[in-house]
């Protein structure tokens, strides 16, 4: 069984942050969510809540029943007894995507920067699966993992005021989704007609880390009857 | 019966003591950014003290209540007027159906909590009622209350009346100092940009909101850029991002960050946070694990005995 290795620190008065060693990968995740089930199961006094990301995991404590040495020997133990979650838990999940100038106002752009036809990017954003790494930044937003090579382009130089939810955006070397309407600076190639967040929902997102993400092509036709029976 | 906003203030919101347990989600706590003065509302009227109540920022409403009610006032010092005869806040106040209840200056601080002898007729989600303002979920569907909407409440009843002690009857200043606890990456910052830090007097900016408290004042400019991995962040969490200027996240603010930690300010002072406007200026001061948690201790010690009267 793989393991890592490990820092731990008491990070304030109401947390604690353990960060692990190695790259960003799979393995690694399946480790960080493998110790988070594990403190879970059987949480120190005044646990509120857990948050796994990249390469670390803080500990979220009710700073009124917080002790941190006992907290800290607590947590310590619980990782001794965690092994890495399987994947058999995680799901493939397909989320719609219409590329369309009309709902993705730079797909040309991205297009021509990266030297490619329009369906030559559509296919290569859309044939390739991607991991579910960590939540965070806006309600339901996934950070997916290893977007083609090929892909990859800068964030506009005037990030916009309002991207409309569900606009599918490359930033960087990331690419993600847009769960809700909000300023942001990433580069629009498509929409979908899909929520990402349903706060009446437990768990209110639609993916959880290890969850794999296929991005779907629908035509403008499809997307708008999708949105409408969203809405 | 229901409450009417004939003026609706800047932004006000309905806000309890926010959501635990979904920022795995991305979902952050929301909730009063002073959560100290909402409680204390809650106790002049009688309620649970993590009941909702309308949080009030800087320029108050105007609101009329339906039916007779009992309601109070905490928080942020505005000269308040039932039909236009003066009333004191941080007291349980007795307003008669059709009484308009009017929120004058501000005299200091910067968020105000009304409580109400009723329940707001809506449904929590998250087991929470405050308002996500930038999702637009519960709360008063989903957003800050404009003029001429009208908030129905249910289980009305008539408390006693109290007032709140002396000592608790809280008055805020426009200069503070703030405590924190290192942050992660405060080791990556070099001694020199650390005691800039310690002491500059930073100024808050008008482009702070319930995300986040923007601060103007020396750049702690490093000389390359600190490279880090997207890394959950918490309310009070100070980050430098590349302009130099610090930015506090507050209640409403990203789950996560990017960019450097350098400290994180102490939840005794978070409330603090929530009082102060553009132009109010605060100082950082380094404490450590220990102390902050006996500076909580103390602080709650003084409401505990408030709400065990």
Redesign the interface.
């Given at each position: 069984m793989q393991t890592f290795d490990f820092q731990i620190?008491?990070?304030?008065?109401?947390?604690i942050?353990i960060?692990f060693d190695g790259s960003?990968s799979e393995d690694l995740l399946r480790y960080i969510l493998g110790v988070a089930e594990t403190i879970q199961h059987n949480p120190p006094a005044g646990f509120?809540?857990?948050?796994?990301?990249?390469?670390?995991l803080?500990i979220?404590f009710d700073?009124?029943n917080?002790t941190?040495d006992t907290a800290l020997s607590h947590i310590k133990s619980s990782i001794k007894k965690a092994q890495a979650v399987s994947t058999k838990q995680s799901n493939t999940i397909e989320i719609p995507v219409c590329y369309d100038p009309r709902v993705a106002e730079d797909l040309d752009y991205v297009a021509d920067y990266c030297g490619m036809t329009v369906q030559e990017l559509i296919d290569a954003h859309s044939q390739q699966e991607y991991t579910v790494y960590?939540?965070?930044?806006?309600?339901?937003?996934l950070?997916l993992g290893d977007l083609d090579k090929r892909l990859h382009c800068p964030r506009r130089d005037n990030p916009r005021t309002r991207i409309e939810a569900g606009s599918v955006g490359i930033g960087g070397s990331q690419t993600g989704v847009y769960?809700?309407a909000?300023p942001g600076g990433w580069q629009i190639i498509g929409r979908t007609p899909v929520a990402m967040?349903d706060?009446?929902q437990s768990?209110?997102?639609i993916a959880k880390p290890l969850d794999k993400i296929r991005f779907v092509p629908i035509s403008f036709d499809e997307f708008e009857k999708l949105d409408k029976e969203e809405a | 019966m229901s409450i009417r906003f004939l003026k609706a203030g800047l932004q006000t919101s309905l806000q309890d003591l926010g959501r635990h347990g979904f920022r795995r989600y991305g979902i952050p706590n929301n909730g009063a950014l002073d959560p100290v003065s909402l409680q204390i509302a809650n106790w002049l009227v009688n309620k649970p003290l993590n009941s909702a109540c309308l949080e009030i920022t800087q320029a108050g409403p105007v609101v009329e209540f339906t039916e007779d009610v009992a309601i109070a006032v905490t928080g942020a010092h505005f000269e308040l007027s039932i039909d236009d005869i003066p009333v004191d806040m941080h007291q349980t106040l007795l307003v008669n159906k059709g009484e308009r209840l009017t929120f004058g200056k501000l005299v200091n601080g910067a968020r105000a909590y009304l409580s109400f002898s009723a329940e707001a007729d809506l449904p929590k989600i998250m087991n929470s009622y405050s308002t996500n303002l930038m999702a637009n979920f519960d709360g008063f569907e989903g957003r800050a209350f404009n003029n001429n909407d009208t908030l129905t409440l249910k289980n009305h009843f008539m408390p006693e009346v109290k007032e709140t002690p002396k000592e608790l009857q809280l008055q805020f200043g426009d200069n503070y100092q703030i405590r924190f606890i290192q942050g992660r990456e405060w080791s990556c910052f070099s001694q020199d940009i650390q005691q800039q830090f310690l002491q500059t007097s930073y100024q808050v900016t008008s482009q702070s909101n319930r995300m986040g408290m923007r601060l103007k004042g020396c750049a702690l400019k490093t000389e390359k850029t600190l490279s880090m991995t997207t890394a959950p962040i918490t309310p009070g969490t100070i980050q430098i991002p590349p302009d130099g200027q610090p930015i506090i996240t507050l209640a409403d603010g990203q789950t996560t960050g990017g960019y450097p930690r350098i400290g994180q300010v102490i939840t005794a002072d978070l409330p603090i946070l929530g009082q102060l406007k553009a132009n109010d200026s605060i100082s950082f001061q380094e404490i450590d694990v220990k102390g902050a948690l006996n500076f909580l201790s103390q602080k709650y010690n003084l409401i505990n005995r408030l709400f065990n009267y």
């Open positions: 620190f008491i990070h304030s008065d109401h947390s942050l960060e960003i509120v809540e857990l948050v796994p990301a990249y390469n670390s803080l979220i700073p009124l917080f941190p960590m939540l965070g930044f806006l309600p339901g937003f950070y769960p809700i909000s967040l706060v009446e768990p209110p997102a | -």
